[in-house]
């Protein structure tokens, strides 16, 4: 139990153009997902935190025009990055917690990579 | 604030050898420690967690004991195995914290030699 996907694994894009990455609790409800960040050899860093139903709280530093983040559902939360640029390129991961598991462990999903050209 | 500090990589082992990454926290309350491994080109996995002083995380031969005296949680393993080649992170989770916050070391990047 407790899986999370996301989609795509891996997206190539133009600069300029926006991308959104999906995130799905499989078989459980998330009262709370999180996105992070990774840049090559280095640790996941929190872009930002959202509820269900409400607006995401983004962590300092992270653009919140820049990085759209909808969690619309107990299942489904999405990260669009607009108006891409290269310097966006980095391997995005998000995650999942609820209060009917463990309420301090969250739940990754497999990544997904953006490459922005 | 609350951090986690790990002994920096790369790590590199033969097969069959002993493994120690060290970890320590800083943390104001009674946090939850874990440690998360992370194959090449994948998400994170959780590998072990503890939640409270002097209980024992363990799963595929890994070990950690959760510190409270030294502030530690170093992950050991008997005897390593090439398919253990990964980047392994500790963290913490404040449990108290209503949104669930993990905050993560830099990582160490594991190699192991057949």
């Known amino acids: 139990g407790a899986v999370v996907s996301q989609h795509p694994s891996w997206v190539i894009c133009k600069s300029g153009t926006s991308v959104k990455i999906e995130c799905r609790s499989l078989?459980?409800?998330?009262?709370?997902m999180f996105w992070y960040r990774q840049f090559p050899k280095q640790s996941l860093m929190l872009m930002a935190t959202s509820n269900e139903g409400s607006k995401a709280t983004y962590e300092q530093g992270v653009e919140k025009d820049k990085f759209l983040i909808n969690h619309a559902s107990l299942t489904l939360s999405t990260l669009t990055v607009t108006s891409a640029h290269p310097e966006d390129s980095s391997f995005y991961i998000c995650?999942?917690?609820?209060?009917?598991?463990?309420?301090?462990?969250?739940?990754f999903g497999p990544g997904t990579r953006l490459t922005v050209l | 604030g609350d951090s986690v500090t790990q002994m920096e990589g790369p790590v590199t082992l033969s097969e069959e050898a002993f493994l120690t990454i060290n970890c320590t926290y800083t943390a104001t309350g009674y946090p939850s420690l874990f440690w998360y491994v992370q194959y090449p080109g994948e998400g994170l996995q959780l590998l072990l967690k503890?939640?409270?002083?002097?209980d024992k995380g363990s799963n595929k031969g890994f070990e950690a004991t959760y510190r409270k005296e030294t502030t530690s949680f170093h992950l050991e393993k008997g005897s390593v195995q090439v398919s253990d080649s990964a980047v392994y992170f500790c963290a913490l989770s404040d449990p108290y914290s209503s949104a669930s916050k993990i905050i993560f070391g830099s990582g160490t990047r594991l190699s192991i030699r057949p």
């Open positions: 503890a939640t409270k002083a002097d």
């Open positions: 078989d459980f409800q998330a009262t709370t």
């Open positions: 995650s999942a917690a609820t209060s009917d598991l463990s309420y301090n462990e969250q739940f």
